[in-house]
């Protein structure tokens, strides 16, 4: 936490600014939940179906089962 914090410091960002990508279950925890960082996770690399819904469940609406749809989900992020 206190890495990602001088990182947002460091850069003059805000966290609102920020979008991480992540792909398990520690970085929902981590970024999303302990930074207030908002997370797209990524599960076409996550083999394990019960961690796919464990992310579901802790990232509502921001999977990404493929690299296209991640595009696709930064694209939209972007224009907001």
Do not use: W
């Not at 890495?3 to 609102?16: R, T, W």
């Not at 970024?31 to 469940?57: F, N, W």
């Amino acid at each position: 936490d206190k890495k990602i914090e001088n990182l947002i410091h460091d850069y003059g960002v805000e966290k609102k600014e920020i979008i991480y990508i992540g792909d398990t279950v520690a970085d929902i925890h981590t970024m999303h939940e302990k930074a207030g960082i908002d997370l797209l996770s990524v599960t076409y690399c996550q083999p394990d179906e019960a961690v796919k819904l464990e992310m579901e469940r802790l990232n509502p609406g921001n999977l990404c089962p493929d690299v296209t749809n991640l595009r696709k989900r930064l694209f939209e992020l972007l224009k907001q």
